[in-house]
């Protein structure tokens, strides 16, 4: 087939705007699949994607369709919508030439349909803007389509209207699709040239490598040569998705698929990398990915330290099927042996932990997450620092600067009261507010990325009935106070429970902190205190009670020297305990910095 009759594509929106269903419904109108294999998220193929009803991974098809007598090859990629996935999608576009921005008919325009638009016009990718979910009751295309028109320069007679759900428009989409998207561009007969867009591990068959070609074909004999590793492997097998992996003897210019080629190690590929002919070498590469700065850290240990070494190597192999997932091993002082991992947003590191304890079959504790800050050293040397418990001196440190995101918020107008109200309380500048119709408004704020990981998502959307969406990018350090919170438990630090907070609230919080460690540390035969300190001032203090045992239960009447005898007894045993015992930490506690007001 050549180029002409093949169109990649990709299917960008917000989060629950209907891409998988949109794909579900593509799948059964070109017959890509049978009624009897044919189940809902069919794209969406761990199990987690199914419970939370979200996609997490993008996933690649290969779907035949025959217009005005042409059979033409449309190779289909699924996208995620949540901001914390914002990588995957970036690398969906960088592998086709159009996007289908679909967007809620009754929603309307929201957070992650304004970034994705903007991410696909940096992509120069052709855009067919989609209203879906028209057969909903509530449904307002019309406003909706006046809101895409002022707000996204997006011309009336370009919407199309479909319902995924019931599959009217869907055949209309197809023939746009063929229309409106351009055909690959390539030298089909130049040395080959492909970009590796996601990869997978297999405990058989090694690393399988998805990717799309740019120029050349890919055959089943070839060795291919990555130019930026300088490794060299013999291919097995390549393929397509429909959505299994279909065996083919090449693939052309344009065409999207995957490739084994007895890649052993984990190590040897890297996502963004030029796949090339070994005995036919290109001489330029293609523009890999810029690679994504995780924003939120927190350091996973194994609940067994003999686990250590699994841990690692599921943490590889997550690695590469996640590439802005990043770890290295750090050691912690009430945790043992651990790693310091970093991720994109907090819905990423609970994906993350729930996929490696789910894959790997490893209990996992997780400490309370923390942003990267910006130190200014007296020495003028500038250090960054993602662990609290690495942070220098403070006669060390000159200035403390924090990451600053510019927020865009788009909530309901009768809402903006309450969501400004809670940006000033989160320390957010007021930037400005622009109409997307009379009904809905983008609040924009730069706002402390510690405070947005903290409880700002969950407050809004209690504070806008479920209805308020936040996108956020980084913007710089800015100069701010902030100190050290250090938290003993038995009158021992637990650097694992420390977090950098802002002066004005450091009191307010460790109160909140201790209270929370007191719920959910069981009590022990001893007496645990726990206190918040900043520096060496403790600023709160809570006492979990001993579990006590009536020793003078069997002393009836008689002396009372024989009472006081079992007591002190007793008391010197607790004090001995307290010495030699050791207070079990549960994973709540952890979790329990995170927690908000209530």
Known sequence: MGTENIRNFCIIAHIDHGKSTLADRMLEKAKAITPREFKEQILDNMDLERERGITIKASAVAIKYEVNGQIYSLNLIDTPGHVDFSYEVARSLAACEGAILLVDSSQGIEAQTVANMQLALEYNLTIIPVL????????????????????????????????????????ALFHQIVKRFPSPKGQSNGPLRAIVFDSV????????????????ELNKSDTIYMMKKGTSFEVSEVGVFTPKMLPQEKLSTGDVGYCIANIKTIQEVDIGDTVTNNFNKATVPLEGYKQPA????????PSDNTEFHPLRIALDKLRLNDASFTFEPETSQALGFGFRCGFLGLLHMEITQERLERESKISLVQTAPSVTYEI????????????PAKLPMVNNIEEFREPIVLAKIIVPSEHIGTIMQLSEEKRGTYIGTEYLSDRRAILSYEIPLAEIIFDFHDKLKSSTKGYGTLDYEFKYFKKADLIKLDILVGSKKVDALATIVHRSVADYRGRKVVKKLKEKIDRHLFEIPIQAAIGSRIISRETIKPISKNVTAKCYGGDITRKRKLLEKQKEGKKRMKTVGQVQIPQEAFLSILGGDE
Do not use: W
Request: glycine fraction near 6%; hydrophobic fraction near 35%; proline fraction near 4%.
């Open 376 to 387: 200014l050293k007296t020495d003028n040397t500038i250090i960054r620092i993602s662990n």
């Open 201 to 216: 591990y297999d405990s058989f068959r090694g690393v399988i490598i998805y990717l799309r070609i740019f120029d050349g």
């Open 132 to 171: 879906s979910k028209t057969d909903l009751p509530h449904s307002r295309p019309d406003e909706v389509i006046e809101e895409l028109e002022t707000n996204l320069c997006i011309e009336n007679d370009e919407v199309l209207l479909i319902s995924a759900k019931t599959g009217d428009g869907v055949d």
């Open 294 to 301: 995780p924003m939120v850290f927190c350091g996973l240990f």
